[in-house]
């Protein structure tokens, strides 16, 4: 059974920084789309990030472009989100999700999968920015 298992959430100042970690286990990160969904309080789940294996097409929502950057190491099987400059808006919960890229549709390339198109879910990890 796959699993995805996110860490690196905190509290920080507005302007600060984190990086989150989703460390794959049970397939290779290769061949998967991995994507980086967030849930503030009372919303809904939105998808932020996304990269295709460990080096390939990525995508952000406008909402992070230019602060938040995805990477992936295939030596870990871990995909990174380096988040700087963060707002009381990125507060929320942080998933790691997953799908197989090799199937018909989404595309990370083209844009970020939508919730219903992601297979695997981490449980998610918390990140609070305070003003």
């Known amino acids: 059974q796959p699993r995805l298992e996110e860490s690196g959430g905190g509290s920080v100042q507005s302007g600060g920084s984190l990086r989150l970690s989703c460390t794959v286990r049970g397939f290779n990160l290769d061949g998967y789309i991995i994507g980086w969904f967030r849930q503030a309080p009372g919303k809904e789940r939105e998808g932020i990030s996304c990269i295709t294996g460990s080096a390939g097409s990525t995508n952000y929502a406008d909402s992070v472009k230019g602060r938040f950057t995805i990477s992936g190491d295939k030596s870990t099987n871990t995909v990174y989100l380096q988040m700087d400059n963060l707002e009381p808006d990125d507060t929320g919960v942080y998933y790691c999700?997953?799908?197989?890229?090799?199937?018909?549709?989404?595309?990370?390339?083209?844009?970020?999968?939508?919730?219903?198109?992601?297979?695997?879910w981490g449980q998610g990890t918390q990140v609070t920015v305070s003003s």
């Open positions: 999700t997953s799908r197989n890229a090799r199937r018909v549709g989404a595309r990370c390339g083209w844009k970020i999968p939508g919730r219903s198109e992601m297979d695997y």
